[in-house]
């Protein structure tokens, strides 16, 4: 898909079942060590499977840069009010932070979501991620 020029060349694209064991980890270590999602129990790879099957099967682009930080989409609701309205979401492994991934897949997703006929995109974060909010600013 694209390349970012964020420390050696990374390459974009969407997620395959070969990359769930990487983002499971990932995942799991935002659940255990943050709030950067709602969940409280760790995932497993049954539930991954199931998850990615579920996205494709929904039409929700879900992208990967080399297996070290994953986003996707989901829908916020199943209320009218919401339709053609997606979550997303954004897990970059600790170590791989600051480098400009998180851009770059966002900067990707982004005309993936528009090109599916998603006119609106909601993010969510609570108080103990207020470093992330001038990371969101500076995208919109």
């Known amino acids: 898909m694209a390349t970012s020029s ?8 969407p997620m ?6 990487v983002a499971m980890v990932i995942l799991n270590g935002a659940i255990l060590t943050s709030t950067a999602t709602f969940r409280t129990d760790p995932v ?3 539930e991954r499977r199931e ?3 579920g996205l494709a099967k929904d039409n929700y682009p879900c992208f990967v840069a080399e297996s070290i930080e994953f986003s996707n989409r989901e829908s916020e609701t199943t209320a009218k009010g919401y339709i053609n309205t997606v979550e997303i979401s954004l897990y970059i492994q600790e170590g791989f932070r600051g480098r400009g991934l998180g851009t770059k897949l966002i900067n990707d997703i982004l005309p993936e979501a528009r090109k599916r006929g998603y006119r609106t995109i909601l993010g969510e974060f609570d108080s103990s991620a207020l470093q992330a909010l001038p990371f969101y600013h500076a995208l919109f």
């Open 16 to 21: 395959i079942a070969d990359d769930l064991p």
């Open 44 to 46: 497993d790879l049954a």
């Open 51 to 53: 998850w990615l099957v």
């Open 6 to 13: 964020a420390g050696p060349a990374v390459v974009i694209r």
